[in-house]
Antibody
């Protein structure tokens, strides 16, 4: 069974940091592009970041550029999101989502994790 | 930035057809993908590249894209289709993924 499992969420104060992880099983993550997508409580989906299969292309939403860093460890079949300078408006469920190929950012996202909740509050 | 516009809500009776629109400038030139999200669950890809159904998605789901509008059509709507639906594209000029605001489908 193919699974993406996020971890690392929790409660953090404004200005703090968190590192999210996404562990894959039943699939070779190195064959796919990966994304982070978030959803604030009661709101719609918001894309956060993209990484190509070999980490040569990294893209970010304007709202997180300069504060968040996406990375991956293909040897460990894992994806990461380092989140610094967190703001109240970063509060959301964060999903990892895989693309349909190794280098095509225009593809759909056929695989999603169950999400991990990040709450930024004092 | 590129904007995808969806109606916030749509209500359809069981057995009828639901058509969910997604509008964007020259959207027909882009690859449009559609997701279904039920409460408390992760999104599920139901249509990719405008009109392709992933394996396991019922044939009742179809998609079309031309001009400035993409449409997700669900025929013979069932109670289990009640969910939020999102369209999505890649904005190549800014290297960003863009989601529509979502449409809440209610089955009467």
């Amino acid at each position: 069974e193919v699974q993406l499992v996020e971890s690392g969420g929790g409660l953090v104060q404004p200005g703090g940091s968190l590192r999210l992880s996404c562990a894959a099983s039943g699939i070779i993550l190195s064959k796919y592009t990966m994304n982070w997508v978030r959803q604030a409580p009661g709101k719609g989906l918001e894309w956060v970041s993209y990484i190509s299969s070999t980490s040569t292309a990294l893209y970010y939403a304007d709202s997180v550029k300069g504060r968040f860093t996406i990375s991956r460890d293909n040897a460990k079949n894992s994806l990461f999101l380092q989140m610094n300078s967190l703001r109240v408006e970063d509060t959301a469920v964060y999903y990892c989502a895989r693309g349909q190929s190794a280098h095509d950012p225009t593809s759909g996202l056929p695989g999603w994790g169950q999400g991990t909740l990040v709450t930024v509050s004092s | 930035s590129y904007v995808l516009t969806q109606p916030p809500s749509l209500s359809v009776a069981p057995g009828k057809t639901a058509s969910i629109s997604c509008g964007g400038n020259h959207l027909g030139d882009k690859s449009v993908h559609w997701y279904q999200q039920k409460p408390g669950q992760a999104p599920v890809l139901v249509i990719f590249y405008g009109s392709v159904r992933p394996s396991g998605i019922p044939e009742r789901f179809s998609g079309a894209n031309s001009g400035n509008m993409a449409t997700l059509t669900i025929r013979r709507v069932e109670a289990g289709d009640e969910a939020d639906y999102y369209c999505q594209v890649w904005e190549s000029s800014r290297d960003q993924v863009v989601f529509g605001g979502g449409t809440k489908l209610t089955v009467l």
